[in-house]
């Protein structure tokens, strides 16, 4: 991978593509070579392959309808003379920055730089944020987690009909966005774990519930994943884990999980389901990783043996 700054696309392929725009629309308005070269800060030669096709540039700023209005404009300013160079430089520097906050410099900075993907290019706009390295902790957490959960032994038999998710909080977790998880859900499908997307935040809803719940009682516990409840699977949690029951039902379910944990946050949370709810395991951690590690520990005292998952 490289290291590459913005700038250098801008240089390398927005500046390009907009002095090959305004050659032709200055062209287009009567200008000569010779001027335009000297508008552009470019030679003759570049304004004659800019006209002649040779160099048109990166599509996505061509095709920018942003970039056809600032072009446009600049061309009609110094045809009419009232916009002069400096105008014209802060026209495309707005442009610019504008791109670069989650536009297509930004869409290309990601595909030079993968590291970078999914932040909207924060780092570059407004630099380095303490809020958004955490955001990247928390997701790199998930992402380690649900490799891990997805690659054990032993897990299918515990995926439940409505799918598993692995869940982390960011410190001070006010509310659901603030919780990172894997959208639609982990299933068991033809006999392996299926991840259908990698985590986001404000993906969850009842395991981002119960996260919040633990990490406002403890903020030491920010990770949880859920597991189909079972005999097998209770009686392999260990006494250290101090699984606790709780009632199954939707409603007020938060303020109902505050109570219970005003006296302690326990290791493992379970309901024995109700009608239309199917009996849930909520192992909590210090992060996803920490929740997984620990309810592959519990699958493996059950035996660690695959079998079929039941229909829903």
Known sequence: MTVQLPSEIVVDKFLPTVRSML???????GFAQREIASRLGVSQAAVSQYLAGERR?????????????????????????????????????ELVRAFEDRGPICAIHEEEMPALAGLGCDLCVRGRDTAVQA???????????????????????????????????????????????????????RGRVNVPANPEFGASHHVATTVLAATSADPTVRGA???ATSDELLAAVPDELDPVAFDAGYENRRRRLDDLFSDGVPG??????????????????????????????????????DRAPSEP
């Open 23 to 29: 050659a032709a629309e200055l062209s287009d308005r």
């Open 57 to 93: 540039g990166e599509e996505r700023f061509l095709d920018h309808p942003r970039t056809q209005a600032t072009v446009e404009r600049i061309a009609e300013g110094f045809d009419a003379g009232t916009m002069d160079d400096y105008e014209a430089l802060a026209e495309l520097l």
């Open 135 to 189: 955001e990247r902790e928390v997701l790199s957490n998930v992402r380690r987690a649900v490799r891990q959960f997805a690659n054990a032994t032993g897990v299918l038999a515990h995926v439940p009909n409505v799918g598993t998710n692995v869940a982390m909080a960011l410190p001070d977790a006010a509310d659901e966005t603030d919780v990172a998880a894997v959208p639609g859900r982990i299933h068991a499908m």
């Open 225 to 227: 994943v859920n597991l």
């Open 268 to 305: 493992v949370l379970y309901h024995e389901g109700a009608f239309g709810v199917e009996p849930i395991t909520y192992v909590l951690g210090t992060g996803a990783v920490d929740a997984v590690e620990r309810a592959l520990r519990i699958v493996d005292r059950t035996g660690g043996r």
